[in-house]
């Protein structure tokens, strides 16, 4: 069976003082890819590895007979609706893959455009402005403290702990950086220090894996309490912090209840297939508001790290790396019902 794998390389380590070395922040690193291989390849699959460049589109015609399903963890490389290239371009060769359609993908990468369409069917999101120019006129119904994030992009790129602001000097300052260093509009929302969770969905119907909840209260007093760009690439990735990330999170039944609901409505209303992972914050009264809908979800082997939050989702549910790749492609061909897979498993 052949599989190929898609993806986008990283050629530099995202920097939170650099933001040109975070555009690469949603990319995989070398490393990360040969493990993935690796895997696949050790469940009996035939891999053929495509990265996601100009060039993708030429490998994948002329190889689209012998694809028998693409696993897609690419992100696209250019513009704001990347993430949607990438899967249009499978649906014209008519190339099964894994993952949401071109539609979703682009509106999932759009925050605002992801919190218009949460805000229609009254699932709980933050009330947001996105700023296109540095002088716009804040809203008044948005108080300080208040975070900035470019529209479109993922893996807390853009997101540091100057995105946190209290004044509206700071706010034009974030304002003027983000938009001269992303070149897309920037979201502005109440900056909310309550709990925070993760929360790793895949399957048709969906099924959620164990709830992630990072561990704010160990953080050194220079981070402040959320998944920053700080957080995520130097205190969870480069393991400085034991216990961060708890998984399953201890919750209780009454909020957990809140989040599976609330996730298996986002999930519904946006039209998700396969898998995603859903972030969520909470306010002081533990009411919680969806941040945001990744997909396709980082998936880095525990070779490479132990933080990646899909794979350690599917740790604590009994699901070991390998296992985790085969369930994900069995879930894209009983889609495309595909009986044959049950020889390779």
């Known amino acids: 069976m052949n599989i190929a794998?898609?993806?986008?390389?990283?050629?530099f380590y995202p920097d939170?003082?650099?933001y040109r070395h975070q555009l690469e922040a949603d990319f995989d690193d070398p490393e990360t890819t040969k493990w993935q291989i690796k895997h696949l390849k050790n469940l009996g699959f035939n891999v053929i590895p495509i990265e996601?460049?100009?060039?993708?589109?030429?490998?994948?015609?002329r190889l689209r007979k012998k694809i028998d399903l693409v696993f897609n963890v690419a992100e696209g490389i250019y513009g704001q609706d990347r993430e949607a290239h990438?899967?249009?371009?499978?649906?014209?060769?008519?190339?099964?893959?894994?993952?949401?359609?071109?539609?979703?993908?682009?509106?999932?990468?759009?925050?605002?455009?992801?919190?218009?369409?949460?805000?229609?069917?009254?699932?709980?999101?933050?009330?947001?402005?996105m700023f296109n120019q540095q002088?716009?006129?804040?809203?008044?119904?948005?108080?300080?403290?208040?975070?900035?994030?470019?529209?479109?992009?993922?893996?807390?790129?853009?997101?540091?702990?100057?995105?946190?602001?209290?004044?509206?000097?700071?706010?034009?300052?974030?304002?003027k950086v983000l938009l001269?260093?992303?070149?897309?509009?920037?979201?502005?929302?109440?900056?909310?220090?309550?709990?925070?969770?993760?929360?790793?969905?895949?399957?048709?119907?969906?099924?959620?894996?164990?709830?992630?909840?990072?561990?704010?209260?160990?953080?050194?007093?220079?981070?402040?309490?959320?998944?920053s760009l700080e957080v995520k690439w130097y205190f969870e990735e480069q393991g400085k912090a034991q216990n961060y990330l708890q998984c399953p999170a201890k919750i209780e039944e009454k909020l957990e209840k809140k989040l599976k609901e609330i996730c298996f409505n986002t999930?519904?209303?946006?039209?998700?297939?396969?898998?995603?992972?859903?972030?969520?914050?909470c306010d002081e009264k533990e009411n919680p508001y969806v941040l945001e809908v990744n997909t396709p979800p980082g998936i880095i082997p525990p070779e490479v790290s132990k933080s990646s939050y899909f794979p350690l989702a599917a740790r604590a549910?009994?699901?070991?790396?390998?296992?985790?790749?085969?369930?994900?492609?069995?879930?894209?061909?009983?889609?495309?019902?595909?009986?044959?897979?049950?020889?390779?498993?």
């Open 317 to 345: 549910a009994g699901i070991d790396y390998p296992s985790l790749l085969r369930r994900l492609i069995e879930i894209a061909f009983k889609r495309y019902k595909k009986n044959k897979l049950k020889v390779y498993c």
């Open 86 to 129: 990438l899967p249009s371009i499978l649906e014209m060769l008519q190339i099964p893959y894994l993952g949401n359609t071109p539609l979703v993908e682009a509106l999932v990468l759009n925050k605002a455009k992801t919190k218009e369409i949460l805000m229609a069917y009254d699932i709980d999101t933050l009330p947001f402005q």
């Open 267 to 281: 999930w519904r209303v946006l039209g998700i297939r396969d898998w995603c992972r859903i972030d969520i914050k």
């Open 16 to 18: 939170p003082k650099d």
């Open 52 to 61: 996601a460049n100009e060039k993708a589109y030429f490998k994948l015609y």
């Open 5 to 11: 794998w898609l993806y986008n390389q990283r050629h």
């Open 135 to 175: 002088n716009e006129e804040l809203n008044k119904n948005l108080k300080f403290p208040l975070i900035l994030k470019p529209i479109a992009q993922g893996s807390s790129a853009g997101i540091t702990n100057k995105s946190v602001v209290f004044e509206e000097k700071s706010l034009r300052q974030q304002l």
């Open 180 to 227: 001269k260093s992303f070149n897309q509009p920037v979201l502005v929302e109440p900056f909310l220090a309550g709990r925070e969770f993760s929360v790793a969905i895949m399957g048709n119907p969906p099924e959620i894996l164990p709830i992630i909840e990072p561990n704010h209260k160990i953080l050194p007093k220079k981070y402040l309490p959320f998944d």
